[in-house]
Antibody, heavy 122, light 107 residues
């Protein structure tokens, strides 16, 4: 089955750190770019950042709101991508989704995980 | 950043109605525009890519059109399972940006 499964969410204090994981199955993970998208309660979808494949030098890019605080990485041998978050702020509270950027059939987010909740609160 | 403006922000329609959502980009994005459907607690789903291409397996009642800065998403005959929020998304340039969403409910 083609899927992405996020894990690692939870409650963290402002200024704290958290690392999310995104485990892939059912498709060629190593050939795929992985993005993270978040949704705060009552708000719309917000792009967080992405990591490209080895063929594209594992290039990363981030939204201005998280640049310098969030780092995306991947381990192709484990078919897993990660979102390391430091210096967390209350406004980072959201459901975090990992998603694949499909290029062979469609230039779009064609596979999504179910999301993992991150709550930043004291 | 490219701003994506969706309208309406919410709408209520009856089963069988034709529903139209518009999305306007702050600059020319060619056809680099996708549409997604999102239900609470679920993963978003891709419906339309590159402005007008229907993803395989998506019902033909969904369609997209437009180019440049103005795009339209249409449901030709609304079904109960179509409730939720619809988003447009551009990928002409980073950062990738989404419209604010259109919440669709059944009358």
């Amino acid at each position: 089955e083609v899927q992405l499964v996020e894990s690692g969410g939870g409650l963290v204090q402002p200024g704290g750190s958290l690392k999310l994981s995104c485990a892939a199955s059912g498709f060629s993970f190593s050939d795929s770019a992985v993005h993270w998208v978040r949704q705060a309660s009552g708000k719309g979808l917000e792009w967080v950042g992405r990591i490209r494949s080895k063929a594209n030098s594992y290039g990363t890019a981030y939204a201005a709101s998280v640049k310098g605080r969030f780092t995306i990485s991947r381990d192709d041998s484990k078919k897993t991508a990660y979102l390391q978050m430091i210096s967390l702020k209350t406004e980072d509270t959201a459901v975090y989704y990992c998603t694949r950027w499909g290029t062979s059939t469609s230039d779009a987010f064609d596979i999504w995980g179910q999301g993992t909740m991150v709550t930043v609160s004291s | 950043d490219i701003q994506m403006t969706q309208s309406p922000s919410s709408l209520s329609a009856s089963v069988g109605d034709r529903v139209t959502i518009t999305c306007q980009a702050s600059q020319d994005i060619n056809n680099y525009l996708n549409w997604y459907h999102h239900k609470p607690g679920k993963a978003p789903k891709l419906l339309i890519y590159d402005g007008s291409n229907l993803k395989t397996g998506v019902p033909s009642r969904f369609s997209g059109s437009g180019s440049g800065t103005d795009f339209t998403f249409t449901i030709s005959s609304l079904q109960p399972e179509d409730i939720g929020t619809y988003y447009c998304q551009q990928y002409d340039d980073l950062p990738i940006t989404f419209g604010q969403g259109t919440r669709l409910e059944i009358k």
